[in-house]
């Protein structure tokens, strides 16, 4: 049985559009670690930012423990718009590879000041999905670390990266701020 990795949060991935499949690196996390939980999406076709969060938000009502989202393109954007509407209780955002606000016409919705929780941007320098200094404009808006993964597309299956041992790195960057970001842990 594997050990549970952060047992004193509740560890939520959120995949983007189309869900995270079999060789999707969130996916390949969750079957080594069965107690994050997932979100899942009635329509994973149609990106829709306030049905989106809504879903995170029934995702992070089951549970009291301070949330540490692990977060994947459109599942960005719908994390950071939970966080922005609802901030209490959630320690940290790990925001990969978001999509650009700018393309789905939600940069509005989005909000321009640091996140009420600790935040890591990993970012490729060749995302189809978010330029690499549009990437920094935002995570410089969110009050994001910034982490360049390289060229790395869209850092999804088609990277091919696996268990994706960087990203595991930048993840517990994010849970050493969040632990030490969250009053209730430090």
């Not at 079999?22 to 149609?46: A, I, K, N, S, Y």
């Not at 393309?103 to 989005?110: N, Q, Y």
């Not at 268990?163 to 517990?172: D, I, K, S, T, V």
């Amino acid at each position: 049985m594997a050990q549970h990795l952060y047992p004193e949060f509740q560890v939520i991935l959120v995949p983007g559009l189309h869900d995270s499949g079999p060789g999707h690196w969130q996916t390949l996390w969750q079957d080594r670690h069965p107690e994050f939980d997932r979100v899942h999406q009635d329509d994973w076709e149609t990106p829709d930012l306030r049905a989106w969060a809504a879903r995170v938000d029934q995702v992070r009502a089951r549970d009291p423990r301070p949330a540490l989202f692990i977060a994947h393109s459109f599942g960005c954007l719908a994390s950071i718009y939970s966080i922005a509407r609802h901030p209490a209780n959630v320690a940290g955002a790990l925001l990969v590879a978001p999509a650009d606000p700018e393309k789905f016409g939600l940069a509005l919705l989005l909000p321009r000041q640091p996140l009420a929780c600790a935040t890591v941007l990993v970012s490729s320098r060749n995302d189809p999905w978010m330029r690499a200094e549009d990437a920094a404009r935002w995570a410089g808006r969110w009050g994001s670390l910034l982490i360049d993964a390289g060229a790395r597309g869209h850092i999804n299956a088609e990277s091919r990266l696996g268990y994706w041992q960087f990203g595991r790195e930048a993840l517990q960057l994010l849970y050493e701020r969040a632990h030490n970001h969250h009053p209730a842990l430090a």
